[in-house]
């Protein structure tokens, strides 16, 4: 879940109009402020620095208009679906702005200016958390909810990393995803919950980014038979290699690139950017000898569209299978599998 550090951080940014006022600012300046593109009005009490608006990331962004709107509501609201996923720092693939999202038992479902979406449903006390000061849906309920109004996408990536997080052993994935089908079943008739079964279904706990959970999505919906997080003995008899995906009977393995892992200081423990490189070009060099398999590597931007990855695949001289991939139930699910044995022995 969200730091407090990161929400006051974003708190920090906000000025009222009062406090706007007290620094020295008065009406027309304020005005001036906003059409000079200097400041940006959040919500009708409540700005920001335009340029810090400018370089922060969407999900900040959105962080802050919760802010806002907390600050000028007569009663808490509950935070729900993608609002409250930025909350528990559950993946949205591709977010860009987005209205808040809001549950309540009753209530208009969208203001007046279409910047908050308020969701009619039921909400039981194991449904709610309270993370630093927003009261929101729990991780469970949230995963579902963004599963339900969401894309394929989206509520996949989203799924996974809730399936990863509360689920540390398959057994408490297969409790995690049976008590989450559960959850579906209970609130008959609900709009979305065919999209969060089918999410449900499809969901991996072993994925370790949106980007994996996304690329699995397309290569089964491709045709492909695919395993995930494969092992590959590794020098001396150390700790083995994980690989993204295995392309069953191609003799391939798939990895996603992605920047974080150069970039992210709990990932890359004080090492240098070069340093990574070089272990992972080492890396790679001990895989494709000891399995003699190919290795073929993708990023977020080839994940734009389902063409797009397609396109990259050939362009490596992958062929397309022409079937379909079945979608798993549960009791085969394809993040509870028995330990694959390792690749290179």
Same mark, same amino acid.
């Given at each position: 879940?969200?730091?407090?550090?990161?929400?006051?951080?974003?708190?920090?940014?906000?000025?009222?109009?009062?406090?706007?006022?007290?620094?020295?600012?008065?009406?027309?300046?304020?005005?001036?402020?906003?059409?000079?593109?200097?400041?940006?009005?959040?919500?009708?009490?409540?700005?920001?620095?335009?340029?810090?608006w400018r370089q922060t990331t969407s999900e900040i962004r959105h962080l802050i208009q919760m802010?806002?709107?907390?600050?000028?509501?007569?009663?808490?609201?509950?935070?729900?679906?993608?609002?409250?996923?930025?909350?528990?720092?559950?993946?949205?693939?591709?977010?860009?702005?987005?209205?808040?999202?809001?549950?309540?038992?009753?209530?208009?479902?969208?203001?007046?200016?279409?910047?908050?979406?308020?969701?009619?449903?039921?909400?039981?006390?194991?449904?709610?958390?309270?993370?630093?000061?927003?009261?929101? &849906?729990? +991780?469970? %309920?949230?995963?579902?909810?963004?599963?339900? #109004? $969401?894309?394929?996408?989206?509520? @996949?990536?989203?799924? =996974?990393?809730?399936?990863?997080?509360?689920?540390?052993?398959?057994?408490?994935?297969?409790?995690?995803?049976?008590?989450?089908?559960?959850?579906?079943?209970?609130?008959?008739?609900?709009?979305?919950?065919?999209?969060?079964? &089918?999410? +449900?279904? %499809?969901?991996?706990?072993?994925?370790?980014? #949106? $980007?994996?959970?996304?690329?699995? @999505?397309?290569?089964? =919906?491709?045709?492909?038979?695919?395993?995930?997080?494969?092992?590959?003995?590794?020098?001396?008899?150390?700790?083995?290699?994980?690989?993204?995906?295995?392309?069953?009977?191609?003799?391939?393995?798939?990895?996603?690139?992605?920047?974080?892992?150069?970039?992210?200081?709990?990932?890359?423990?004080?090492?240098?950017?070069?340093?990574?490189?070089?272990?992972?070009?080492?890396?790679?060099?001990?895989?494709?000898?000891?399995?003699?398999?190919?290795?073929?590597?993708?990023?977020?931007?080839?994940?734009?569209?389902?063409?797009?990855?397609?396109?990259?695949?050939?362009?490596?001289?992958?062929?397309?299978?022409?079937?379909?991939?079945?979608?798993?139930?549960?009791?085969?699910?394809?993040?509870?599998?028995?330990?694959?044995?390792?690749?290179?022995?």
């Amino acid at each position: 879940m969200l730091s407090t550090r990161v929400i006051s951080e974003a708190q920090a940014q906000l000025r009222t109009y009062g406090q706007l006022r007290a620094s020295g600012l008065n009406r027309r300046g304020v005005e001036r402020a906003l059409a000079d593109g200097l400041l940006r009005r959040v919500s009708r009490d409540s700005y920001v620095d335009a340029e810090y608006w400018r370089q922060t990331t969407s999900e900040i962004r959105h962080l802050i208009q919760m802010l806002a709107a907390l600050a000028r509501a007569e009663k808490p609201p509950v935070f729900s679906h993608h609002s409250a996923a930025i909350l528990h720092r559950l993946p949205l693939f591709q977010f860009r702005d987005e209205p808040l999202h809001m549950t309540a038992l009753q209530g208009p479902r969208v203001n007046s200016k279409g910047k908050i979406v308020r969701h009619i449903g039921r909400l039981e006390a194991d449904d709610l958390i309270q993370i630093g000061p927003f009261l929101c &849906t729990s +991780l469970m %309920r949230t995963a579902v909810d963004v599963a339900r #109004v $969401a894309s394929l996408e989206v509520g @996949l990536g989203s799924m =996974d990393a809730a399936l990863r997080r509360d689920g540390k052993s398959m057994q408490r994935q297969r409790d995690w995803l049976r008590a989450a089908q559960q959850h579906v079943s209970k609130v008959k008739g609900m709009r979305g919950n065919a999209a969060a079964r &089918t999410v +449900l279904a %499809r969901a991996n706990g072993s994925a370790e980014s #949106v $980007a994996e959970s996304v690329s699995r @999505l397309y290569l089964e =919906d491709f045709g492909f038979d695919v395993a995930t997080q494969v092992a590959v003995r590794s020098p001396y008899g150390g700790r083995p290699y994980r690989v993204d995906f295995e392309l069953f009977g191609l003799g391939v393995f798939g990895e996603v690139d992605g920047v974080v892992k150069y970039t992210d200081p709990e990932m890359t423990r004080g090492k240098t950017a070069n340093q990574l490189v070089i272990e992972e070009k080492q890396r790679e060099d001990w895989i494709r000898g000891v399995t003699s398999y190919r290795m073929i590597r993708w990023g977020m931007p080839h994940l734009r569209t389902r063409g797009v990855f397609r396109d990259r695949l050939i362009s490596f001289g992958i062929a397309i299978p022409v079937r379909r991939r079945p979608v798993s139930s549960l009791s085969t699910h394809p993040s509870l599998p028995s330990a694959p044995k390792d690749r290179g022995t």
